[in-house]
């Protein structure tokens, strides 16, 4: 099992950009996560999906947009970066039954 | 307003020696706890968690010990080593709506000195 992964590792952009952080698990977890860490900060959550075709808003989900088409894979858009969203992102996926959520290894971005 | 607080932003201690990180929380509505272990240019890795009808649990070196009454948590680590060095958040999930989410901590930075 690769457990969660997470496209790209590392990532610039320029302010007003847009893009796509990639997530996909291979537990077969229906719950999966995105996070976000600013240094010297806990995780904070984005949003979250609790199953195939079903997200919800987390605590900070201004600028970020979610999708899950599918039991596998879990992408965040960012559309029109800005400074504020340069932080590290994290995917994390756990069972429902379960309250441990298993983390990817992050996604670094900087918008400058 | 922050829920879960790790008041230690850093700890150093000894090899060999216990290590002690504390996680006070503020909602009586948390009902598990959890501590997870994060190195550098990694994600965070589950350590061991405690329900709220327990005030211990141990696994291996690890133990953590929950006073509800305090609402205060620590995280006992014995001996500590080397590789024990890293990022110690503390969570907390809510029952009832939302009981998916978890509620994290700021992190202590643990460095154990060999």
């Known amino acids: 099992n690769a457990g969660v992964t997470q496209t790209p590792k590392f990532r610039i952009l320029k302010i007003g950009q847009s893009m796509t952080l990639q997530c996909a698990q291979d537990?077969?977890?229906?719950?999966m996560y995105w996070y976000r860490q600013d240094p010297g900060m806990g995780l904070k959550l984005i949003y979250y999906?609790?199953?195939?075709?079903?997200?919800d808003k987390g605590e900070v989900p201004n600028g970020y947009n979610v999708s899950r088409s599918t039991t596998e894979d879990f992408p965040l858009r960012l559309e029109l970066a800005a400074p504020s969203q340069t932080s590290v992102y994290f995917c994390?996926?756990?069972?429902?039954?379960?309250?441990?959520?298993?983390f990817g290894p992050g996604t670094r971005l900087t918008v400058t | 307003d922050q829920q879960v607080k790790q008041n230690s932003p850093s700890l150093s201690v000894q090899e060999g020696r216990i290590s002690i990180l504390n996680c006070d929380y503020t909602?009586?509505?948390?009902?598990?706890f959890l501590w997870y272990k994060k190195y550098p240019a990694e994600g965070p890795t589950f350590l061991i968690s405690?329900?709220?009808?327990?005030d211990k649990n141990e696994d291996g070196r690890f133990t953590v010990f929950l006073n509800k009454s305090a609402k205060h948590l620590s995280l006992h680590i014995v001996p500590s080593q080397p590789g024990d060095s890293a990022v110690y958040f503390c969570?907390?999930?809510?029952?009832?709506?939302?009981?998916?989410?978890?509620?994290f901590g700021k992190g202590t930075k643990l460095s154990v000195i060999p």
């Open positions: 909602n009586s509505m948390f009902d598990y």
């Open positions: 537990m077969n977890h229906n719950y």
């Open positions: 999906s609790v199953g195939a075709g079903i997200t």
């Open positions: 405690i329900s709220s009808i327990k």
């Open positions: 994390a996926s756990g069972q429902q039954k379960y309250y441990e959520q298993y």
């Open positions: 969570a907390a999930r809510r029952s009832g709506a939302g009981s998916y989410q978890l509620t």
